[in-house]
């Protein structure tokens, strides 16, 4: 079960606002088509064309000037207005579905690069969470603070609730692995099952061997978002070793297999490395040479050379990429 209290997430709110949009639109399009419909039509023009004063003898050779004496129609005007609205309410109408096509690609590429986000904009969270710690991976830009106008007005805070605390402590393990609260309920259920002697310690370890963690410690990403991209866009590849340490290099590349899910937990003695194909080691190169200084902890290798590494072993706990508080996490 979700320890976190349910809330409404972008996408959810984003349907909400078109739904009650096109609601509107089609109810003042259906209003103002049924007035241009139901007004009575006018009655056409009247319009007298003289020419008397010329003679009947000289009508080839002199032109004919008309006088047009019409009367005017104010409704005319009026329908042709709300005729005019109407088009453009059906046309507005219409020219939703590409519109809702482009929000929900956008929305669904968000989720993919911050499954932990929801929609929420990511200096906010750090905003809201750095008196609590920092959070190493979620963000390589520094934090903005807004400048107050009249200082004066700022509201005291309240006092946070042992529920908020181990809130805010979970939020913070959640924005730096980048994962959402079903994976951390489901990894801390995993590390309490039964002959684990330190659970949480099993717990860290765990989110310590996946993926995309690998990758930002290895200075492959500036932030753990950017590595979930990295592996998503097919530039990792790992080999995973046999039961008895060994490799199988027969295989197709000579063993070497592309990785697309950020979430695998890697065994000890996986090999990862990058793709050998020019983009991947470019975007590699790239990353690296972004982030020369990068302290690798004991538990992972990596050449910077070849672009190639080996979870060679479980976390040590004083090497987390995050201190956390263990007391208020799943208390």
Request: aromatic share 10%; glycine share 6%; hydrophobic share 35%.
């Amino acid at each position: 079960p979700s320890l976190e209290r349910p809330s409404p997430g972008f996408p959810f709110r984003a349907a909400m606002v078109r739904q009650r949009g096109l609601l509107l639109i089609s109810v003042w399009s259906g209003f103002a088509s049924s007035f241009v419909f139901l007004t009575p039509a006018p009655a056409p023009k009247s319009c007298l064309r003289t020419a008397s004063s010329i003679p009947a003898s000289t009508w080839p050779s002199t032109p004919v000037t008309a006088k047009a004496e019409c009367t005017s129609h104010p409704n005319r005007t009026v329908s042709s207005g709300l005729f005019w609205a109407a088009a453009a309410a059906s046309l507005f109408v219409t020219s939703a579905g590409p519109r809702r096509k482009e929000q929900k690609r956008r929305s669904s590429v968000f989720m993919q690069w911050f499954p932990s986000a929801r929609g929420e904009p990511r200096q906010k969270k750090l905003r809201h969470l750095e008196p609590f710690g920092s959070i190493p991976a979620w963000s390589a830009k520094p934090l903005l603070k807004p400048k107050l106008i009249q200082p004066w007005r700022k509201r005291p805070k309240k006092r946070l609730s042992d529920f908020g605390r181990r809130l805010m402590e979970r939020q913070r393990l959640r924005f730096h692995y980048n994962v959402r609260n079903d994976e951390l309920v489901r990894y801390f259920s995993k590390s309490w099952k039964k002959g684990i002697e330190r659970p949480m310690e099993q717990f860290f370890q765990t989110l310590e061997s996946r993926l995309d963690n690998f990758v930002w410690r290895s200075g492959l990403a500036p932030t753990m978002p950017a590595a979930r991209n990295f592996i998503l866009n097919g530039h990792i590849q790992y080999m995973p070793p046999n039961k008895d340490g060994s490799y199988n290099t027969e295989r197709y590349h000579e063993g070497w297999i592309t990785n697309i899910t950020p979430g695998c937990l890697l065994k000890v003695g996986t090999k990862i490395r990058v793709k050998h194909r020019p983009t991947s080691q470019g975007v590699g190169r790239k990353a690296l040479d972004a982030e020369p200084d990068v302290t690798l902890p004991d538990h992972i290798t990596f050449d910077r050379e070849s672009m190639e590494g080996m979870y060679k072993d479980v976390c040590d706990p004083e090497q987390l990429g995050i201190i956390a508080d263990e007391d208020l996490i799943f208390s």
